[in-house]
Each structure stands twice: as structure tokens, then as C-alpha cells.
């Protein structure tokens, strides 16, 4: 990894912790995102990856999502 940039491989690679780390900003700092995305590794694809953030979103209950910022 250069520039804080990374590839899929990377990505695929991190351990949880790292993934959690680097990943929990992309909903509001919402850690747990993240941790219950990594499960899904290894992503086929960026656009895999993207999805299945959205999807997991897409299944959480109102409440769920009210716990979110």
C-alpha cells in the first residue's frame, strides 16, 4: 500500500481489525458496519465490495438504522 491508497488484493488481505480500522468511516464512523462487511471477504470486485456495504444497510431495521449517525 503507497499513499494510503490500497488494492482489492489488499483489502482482501486485512485482517479484521485493519478492514474495521479502515473501512468505518464509509457509514458515519459506524464500526459495526465494517466488522459485519469483513465477514464477506474476499470481494470480487470494488463495485462487490460497494454492494455489499449497501446491501447490508439495505437489511437493517428502522431501529437499526436510527442507531446510526
Known amino acids: 500500500m503507497t499513499d494510503g ?3 482489492l488484493a489488499d483489502v482482501n488481505a486485512m485482517r479484521d481489525d485493519d ?3 479502515r473501512f468505518s ?3 458515519e464512523h459506524a464500526a459495526l458496519v465494517a466488522a459485519s462487511v469483513w465477514v464477506y471477504r474476499p470481494f470480487r470486485s470494488v463495485d462487490h465490495m460497494c454492494c455489499t456495504f449497501s446491501d447490508f444497510m439495505d437489511r437493517l431495521p ?4 436510527s442507531g446510526l449517525h
Open 62 to 65: 428502522n431501529d437499526g438504522l
Open 5 to 7: 491508497m490500497c488494492t
Open 25 to 27: 468511516g464509509v457509514v
Open 19 to 21: 478492514f474495521i480500522e
